[in-house]
């Protein structure tokens, strides 16, 4: 792949591990700061070859990874290629030699944070949690400190030379992460095919059931709902434009229907792209 593929970074993050799995070892891999920047990049109108960027969606324990979603609002000449899995083990890293009764910080993502609570509490009942930009980046931030410890990847460990104290501190056994391939520009509808679905940003009136009535045509259709998920609108308090992931491809006479009339019910509608889910 020529494209050079954008993801969170450094290396050793979740992100990092999915663009090395979804584009292979011998992909150019740009490591980013934040999902501004990704998205940034992404959009540079200057880029070229134009890239690609795996970005978190949402998880299965955490939900949705919101700064994904705002971005996606913000931007909207990004199209979806398609989205992709990946199970995610969560260990807790720290300096060779230190134990764990001496640990008094754990740094870490919020997500990993949030996906390790229980687990944390139960090991480490008085170290504070910290958040960090990346699990990375904790990693990177614990190998400096004789008292602290990363919840970060196997990968992380090698690369800060941390040695593992617990593995798989996560606290649900099926713990994943889904993730997009994204792409500035449109993108074609792929050919028909069982597991497309599309994403959609919506804006409703509010007022008492506006969201229930500009859904009502997608249940007449028998549209399924996979995911919807509300993000505040900027500028104006306590509204929220809400994104719907559908299954369908919009091809059926009965989905095309359903989606004038959401536009019509809608104060604004988009459809972000139509994607085959792995």
Not at 31 to 40: A, Q, R, T, V, Y
Not at 142 to 164: F, Q, W
Not at 166 to 194: E, H, I, M, W, Y
Request: proline letters at 10%.
């Amino acid at each position: 792949m020529n494209a050079p593929i954008l993801y969170l970074g450094p290396e050793g993050t979740h992100s990092h591990e999915a663009a090395l799995r979804r584009c292979g070892p011998r992909a150019k891999l740009v490591p980013c700061l934040s999902h501004h920047e990704i998205f940034s990049r992404l959009c540079a109108p200057r880029a070229r070859p134009r890239p690609l960027a795996i970005v978190p969606v949402e998880n299965s324990s955490e939900g949705p990874v919101t700064q994904t979603l705002d971005q996606l609002a913000d931007h909207a000449a990004v199209g979806i290629l398609d989205s992709f899995s990946l199970p995610v083990r969560q260990h807790l890293l720290a300096p060779p030699g230190v134990r764990l009764a001496s640990l008094r910080r754990v740094y870490s993502h919020p997500q990993a944070l949030g996906q390790c609570r229980g687990t944390l509490a139960r090991l480490l009942p008085r170290a504070d949690l910290v958040p960090e930009s990346s699990t990375a980046a904790a990693a990177e931030r614990a190998a400096r400190e004789p008292a602290a410890a990363a919840v970060a990847s196997e990968a992380a460990a090698a690369r800060h030379r941390l040695a593992i104290l617990r593995k798989n501190v996560q606290d649900g056994k099926g713990n994943v992460t889904r993730f997009f391939t994204l792409v500035a520009g449109s993108v074609p509808v792929p050919k028909p095919a069982k597991g497309l679905r599309s994403l959609i940003h919506l804006v409703v009136g509010n007022r008492p059931g506006a969201l229930l009535h500009v859904l009502a045509p997608f249940d007449a259709a028998e549209i399924n709902l996979t995911f919807i998920q509300s993000r505040p609108l900027p500028g104006r308090p306590w509204e929220y434009g809400f994104f719907i992931e559908a299954a369908t491809d919009w091809r059926p006479p009965s989905a095309r229907a359903a989606w004038e009339l959401v536009r019509a019910l809608s104060e604004s509608a988009r459809r972000i792209g139509t994607y085959p889910v792995a």
